[in-house]
């Protein structure tokens, strides 16, 4: 086992497992120090190993992760469960603003404060950021200024979900 990569050990370890063919499945940080490809080869196969219709119970402290492979999520702190649900519903409970990214000098901060629908902007000399509850609008004005390059939208995360629910500050 020494000579395997940290991926290899992770699927080792899932197959042993799975040797005696359980209908539920606990898995601790399964991804944990994993590089990119190697953590999307583990996400294959646990959505391998739900699709057969084992039920997998998966700890992480990556959001992203359990956005994409769990049906439902517990977001805990200190050993309580804050908040329970689906992924995208937890998503779509949070109220935040959607951010609108592109190529910062594409239109001048003062310029994009004046778009419908704005409620700030940033501009750090890579991308200009705008954060707007009401993106069609923004996105529109911004299609008629043609100042769409490199345009990103991004929503609410599981992530901005945790840090609402736990707050911001460090604690060790």
């Not at 991804?31 to 219709?53: K, M």
């Not at 409620?119 to 000399?125: I, M, Q, S, Y």
């Not at 950021?129 to 100042?147: C, G, L, Q």
Request: with cysteine; net charge negative.
């Amino acid at each position: 086992m020494e000579s395997l990569s940290g991926g290899q050990a992770q699927r080792l370890s899932i197959a042993c497992a799975l040797v005696h063919d359980p209908e539920l499945v606990f898995l601790d940080e399964p991804t944990a120090a994993l590089d990119p490809q190697a953590r999307r080869n583990l996400w294959d196969v646990l959505r391998e190993i739900n699709t057969e219709g084992r039920t997998i119970v998966l700890t992480t402290h990556y959001m992203d992760e359990a956005e994409v492979l769990c049906d439902r999520v517990a977001i805990m702190d200190a050993g309580r469960i804050l908040k329970l649900g689906p992924p995208a519903a937890l998503v779509r409970g949070l109220d935040v603003p959607a951010r609108i990214s592109v190529v910062s000098g594409v239109l001048a901060v003062a310029d994009a404060q004046r778009l419908p629908g704005v409620d700030e902007v940033v501009d750090d000399g890579v991308s200009l950021t705008i954060s707007t509850r009401d993106p069609s609008a923004v996105v529109a004005a911004m299609a008629a200024e043609d100042a769409l390059d490199g345009v990103r939208i991004r929503g609410a995360t599981l992530e901005d979900v945790f840090l609402e629910l736990t707050g911001r500050e460090y604690r060790a």
